[in-house]
């Protein structure tokens, strides 16, 4: 009876010698560790080939999970502040052109939908083209914006895609007339965004590409100043 509790003791000093806690760290670096304090800030550990060593002390903001001896597990939450950080920026924007020069030129109103990063944007334009002090037509349409700082501000460029109806004026020798036509225009827009605040930007663009009805050709481009509100 005496050897039984001997070996039972000594089997239950080597379990609690062995027992310990693993550290599972955001790098993939995984340490064998007894855990002597966790906090909302940070834990502090020995790591098990050292246990007289010194004890380690180390933020969560480091940590994935740690996996307890009793086989429990307490998990960390995802460090998001980087995330927030890098999206500061506002993903819907409302556009206005305030000037506007050119040939067959438009002036938009436009909605933008930013991803998530702000390196892309699609923007949804309609549109007013004028030639001279007359209208010559409505669209609407797609930019496709690529941004290079990304977080949608800095120069963009992109293809640019509109249907609508135009003013086709056809001049012979013997007779003038015009009809209006339904008219899809394929072209490429270049810009500068400058954001201002989180709400309030100021947008540079050049625009330039062809109108066609199917039947005739034409060309237009224009350069706009206008003002963006953010949402």
Not at 48 to 66: A, H, L, Q, W, Y
Not at 80 to 103: A, H, M, P, T, V
Not at 145 to 153: I, N, R, S, V
Not at 202 to 210: F, I, K, Q, S, T
Request: hydrophobic share 35%; net charge neutral.
């Amino acid at each position: 009876m005496k050897k039984l509790l001997i070996t039972i003791t000594l089997v239950l000093m080597a379990k609690s010698l062995n027992a310990q806690d693993k550290i599972y760290f955001k790098d993939g670096v995984t340490v064998d560790a007894k855990i002597l304090v966790v906090s909302e800030s940070v834990i502090q550990y020995k790591r098990m080939d050292n246990r007289s060593g010194p004890t380690f002390e180390i933020g969560v903001s480091k940590i994935d999970k740690i996996a307890y001896e009793n086989g429990s597990q307490q998990v960390f939450k995802k460090d998001i502040s980087s995330k927030n950080s890098s999206n500061e920026f506002r993903q819907d924007r409302l556009y206005l052109d305030l000037i506007n020069y050119g040939r067959n030129g438009a002036t938009s109103i436009s909605y933008e939908r930013l991803n998530d990063d702000g390196s892309r944007g699609i923007e949804i334009p309609f549109s007013v083209y004028f030639d001279g002090v007359d209208i010559e037509g409505y669209t609407l349409g797609a930019n496709l914006k690529f941004y290079l700082k990304k977080q949608g501000k800095g120069f963009h460029y992109g293809p640019s895609i509109r249907l609508g109806v135009f003013d086709w004026y056809y001049d012979s020798y013997y007779s003038f007339s015009y009809s209006t036509d339904f008219t899809a225009y394929l072209g490429l827009k270049l810009g500068y965004q400058f954001q201002l605040s989180r709400l309030f930007g100021l947008n540079l663009n050049a625009n330039g590409g062809g109108f066609s009805n199917f039947t005739e050709f034409d060309y237009g481009y224009s350069a706009n100043l206008g003002m963006n509100f953010s949402f």
